[in-house]
């Protein structure tokens, strides 16, 4: 299962791969580096950062990207964050994968303090690079992490309703972040980071969902204003009450849109564009 989840992002052409939480054989000891034995992957140099036992993090990195660990690493025992430094066309980037777990054997204020010492050095020795810190945060809080100076690229729930896996930045990307379902069993959602839409047409699972828009047309519009010539606002003109009157106009507002711009249906996906509206596509439809 954990192979074709790499192979699924190799098929949709990701640059970076971020698996939070692996599964490595048991007689492994703590380890932080590059690996090539390790569940390797055609194109693509793995870092990882496992603490004692079996579970730890992994950075997958196309070869094109140049990508090295950052020199400096979080050496705190049990503590899970893994930098790797790359540079996509002329812009460098620092990326981080946390796993913070339900039970951690450390304080969350040891945590917090790694993290903040970590966005510290990243900035004396690289100034211009874009940070962002990817991962399974837990209970952490949002605003713990947005405190630090980096922003949070809404993502959404991720695991049984709750807000658990995030990504950060210290800039503003032009970037959308799409959860969609895990290929391999898990509670967590997968999160793919793009400014292109179209990387999700790969993704195996599609949802469906009815959402209502109002259509409007030349002729709606012309309709309405010839009723609306005729229309007597005495009741709403002789009102001396403000919030009457406010109450009063916004229920004849209404009822003039269920009158003239009824509510229509229709089926969309989270495979459609960002920039499909419901009515653009209802009107796509029908060419």
């Not at 590059?34 to 390797?40: I, K, P």
């Not at 496992?50 to 025992?77: M, N, W």
């Not at 540079?87 to 951690?104: D, K, L, N």
Request: glycine content about 4%; hydrophobic content about 35%.
């Amino acid at each position: 299962m954990f192979v074709s989840l790499l192979k699924h992002g190799l098929k949709i052409n990701m640059i970076i791969i971020i698996i939070i939480n692996i599964f490595v054989k048991r007689h492994r000891q703590s380890y932080r580096g590059t690996d090539v034995c390790f569940t390797s992957l055609a194109g693509y140099t793995l870092f990882r950062c496992d603490r004692e036992g079996r579970k730890g993090v992994a950075i997958y990195v196309r070869h094109s990207l140049c990508s090295k660990l950052f020199p400096h690493q979080i050496t705190r025992k049990y503590i899970e964050v893994l930098w790797v430094q790359f540079s996509f066309f002329t812009q460098h980037f620092i990326i981080g994968a946390i796993y913070h777990p339900p039970r951690p054997k450390y304080c969350e204020t040891d945590l917090m303090s790694e993290i903040e010492h970590s966005l510290t050095n990243i900035s004396n020795v690289s100034r211009n690079s874009v940070i962002l810190l990817c991962g399974d945060f837990n209970q952490l809080s949002d605003s713990s992490i947005q405190q630090l100076g980096l922003h949070s690229l809404n993502v959404g729930h991720t695991h049984s309703g709750h807000f658990l896996d995030r990504n950060y930045c210290s800039d503003d990307l032009d970037y959308g972040c799409y959860v969609v379902n895990s290929l391999i069993e898990t509670k967590h959602k997968a999160i793919i980071a793009s400014c292109d839409a179209s990387a999700l047409n790969n993704n195996p699972t599609k949802t469906k969902m009815q959402v209502q828009y109002r259509s409007h047309s030349p002729n709606q519009n012309a309709a309405l204003l010839s009723y609306l010539k005729e229309y007597n606002w005495d009741d709403l003109l002789n009102t001396d009450e403000t919030q009457k009157g406010f109450d009063l106009f916004n229920d004849i507002a209404l009822d003039l849109l269920d009158l003239f711009f009824p509510l229509s249906s229709i089926t969309v996906s989270d495979r459609d564009p960002s920039f499909i509206t419901p009515y653009t596509k209802k009107t796509t439809q029908k060419a």
